[in-house]
């Protein structure tokens, strides 16, 4: 039963000092935890205005915003997050490349697509210089860049970051994992846009097989795999 100490939090939370951005900030923990947003969104504003200006309260903060589509207050905060984290002493790549990575949906999200690029590319150049050009998360950054380039109407970009994805992934997950799957999917999509609809079929076919193998005719890869195969090929 948690309710004597959040009960607690909630009177340490109405007064002043540096205790109320403790208690609200563990406030906006707890309502986090529940799936409560909205609650957890207010606590985390609380413990960032009112308490000492703690990273761990701006970036709650931040991301709350942005989970709840408050993009004008999560772009601020965020690019506040990004400024602390690139001149900060000991580096978190993983935050600053997260925070970049939300910078440039909100662009997207507002149809400034130029912008998203730079933050999208700055976060692959954080991704890539944190972990090789190798390590399977890179190509998740690659991923992003090529949906933002086929955004754009630049498929031949969207091609080389999604076939880049692709060969990532096979060499650091195996051939069968379940995200060449759906890396070649990707490509697949892409090669369509090319009007290389033999090529788009290759693709999906060998995906295809890979999402058979791992998951079966029921997973949800699978499906829709082949009804993009199906749609091909009618």
Known sequence: NTEPAESFLHQLSRKSGSKVGAAAFLLGQSSEGRFDFGKALKFYRRAYLN????????EA???MAFLLEYFDEAESLLQ????ILGHARRRNPGK??????NLAHIFEMRGDLESALMHHQRALEVREKALGPEHP?????LNNMAALCEMRGHVEEAYEYSTRAVNIYQTSLGPDSPKVAAALSNLADICLKKNSRQEAKQKYEQGLAIALKSGGIDSPLYVKIKSNLDGLTE
């Open 51 to 58: 308490g000492p200006k703690k990273q761990s309260y701006l």
């Open 96 to 101: 600053l490349f997260n925070a970049i990575t």
């Open 80 to 83: 506040r997050t990004v400024e």
């Open 61 to 63: 903060n931040a991301h």
């Open 137 to 141: 998360e890179l190509a998740g950054a």
